[in-house]
């Protein structure tokens, strides 16, 4: 089992930025795809960014050009840097470990960009 723990989330106001983390609690990035998404009051949730077990990246085109995902092995900590928010980035942020059938997610953070 793998435990997934959010944190970074908070209020900010609109074109600040925020740093959120996932700290997993065992080592699982050579195997697991990680992936932040994110769910807004009302709205289904969204795929926002993922990072292979090799590395390589992608980010959702809403989000393009602002967020950036990246990894910390040796912590096993994944990041999403989050740059020029918008109000409508509002929404609770998830991450997910995913390899096979293996499927985890954390409880989320929130975040708030106010206008």
């Known amino acids: 089992q793998v435990q997934l723990v959010e944190s970074g989330g908070g209020l900010v106001q609109a074109g600040g930025s925020l740093r959120l983390s996932c700290a997993a609690s065992?080592?699982?990035?050579?195997?697991?795809?990680m992936g932040w998404y994110r769910q807004a009051p009302g709205k289904q949730r969204e795929l926002v960014a993922t990072i292979t077990s090799g590395g390589s990246t992608n980010t959702a085109d809403f989000v393009k050009g602002r967020f950036t995902i990246s990894r910390d092995s040796a912590k096993n900590t994944v990041y999403l840097q989050m740059n020029s928010l918008k109000p409508e980035d509002t929404a609770v942020y998830y991450c997910n470990a995913i390899w096979g059938l293996m499927n985890h997610w954390g409880k989320g953070t929130p975040v708030t960009v106010s206008s």
């Open positions: 065992r080592s699982i990035f050579s195997r697991f795809t």
